[in-house]
Every structure is written in structure tokens, then in C-alpha cells.
């Protein structure tokens, strides 16, 4: 069974930075791609950004190249979402998610068949 479980959010004040981790599970694609979603209640799921898996490729969307960064410890199967310059409207729930995947990775949520629970992002003001 695939699992994946978000960790490393929280309260953190403008300006700030977190690192948030995505512990994989019973993953057995031989390619496949993780990518970090958002979403605001009320408002629709973003996309952030992705990275594969066993190619290390990895997309940012270019709203958050400058603050945000993908990356991977293959030998833990964890992801990271590094944010820094935190703002207030960076406050949401923050997903990852997996999926079998050849190519080049996108954060299309609809392309994504197995999620996390997400870990709450809370910026201050």
C-alpha cells in the first residue's frame, strides 16, 4: 500500500523559512514522480512543484522559483519542500503527492493518484 505522510509545518513568522518533509512508502514504480500541492480552504488545490524518481528531475513553478526548492535523500524515500521568505498568503495546508510517471514531472494534482494527509502551513504576519 503507497503512504505518504507530510511533516514539518507550523507557525512560523514572515520572513521565515521551513523545510517540509514527505515520507514515502510502498512505492514499488520503477519511475515515478512526488509532487507538493497547497491549498487555502475555499480556494483550489495549487500546484508547487515536483520532482522524479530514479532521475532527479525536478520542476518549480516560476510563481515560487525564488523562494522555493525540491529535493530528495532516496535512501530515507523523503521528499523535502524547502520555503523560504515566508509570507502570510503562503498560510495553507500543504500536500504531497505520488503517482507513477515517465517524463518529465508536473504538479498536475488530476495526474496524481496517491496523497498525503498535508501539515499546516501558518505564516504571520
Known amino acids: 500500500e503507497v503512504q505518504l505522510v507530510e511533516s514539518g509545518g507550523g507557525l512560523v513568522q514572515t520572513g521565515g523559512s521551513l523545510r517540509l518533509s514527505c515520507s514515502l512508502s510502498?512505492?514499488?514504480?520503477?519511475?515515478?514522480?512526488v509532487g507538493w500541492f497547497r491549498q487555502v480552504p475555499g480556494k483550489e488545490r495549487e500546484g508547487l512543484g515536483c520532482?522524479?524518481?530514479?532521475?532527479?528531475?525536478?520542476y518549480i513553478k516560476d510563481s515560487w522559483k525564488d523562494r522555493f526548492t525540491v529535493s530528495s535523500d532516496d535512501a530515507k524515500k523523503t521528499i523535502y519542500l524547502q520555503m523560504n521568505n515566508l509570507k502570510p498568503e503562503d498560510t495553507a495546508d500543504y500536500f504531497c503527492?505520488?503517482?507513477?510517471?515517465?517524463?518529465?514531472?508536473?504538479?498536475?494534482?488530476?495526474?496524481?493518484?496517491?496523497w498525503g494527509k498535508g501539515t499546516l502551513v501558518t505564516v504571520s504576519s
Open positions: 510502498g512505492v514499488t514504480f520503477d519511475e515515478y514522480a
Open positions: 503527492a505520488t503517482s507513477w510517471w515517465s517524463g518529465p514531472c508536473l504538479p498536475l494534482d488530476h495526474q496524481y493518484d496517491y
Open positions: 520532482i522524479k524518481s530514479p532521475d532527479s528531475h525536478r
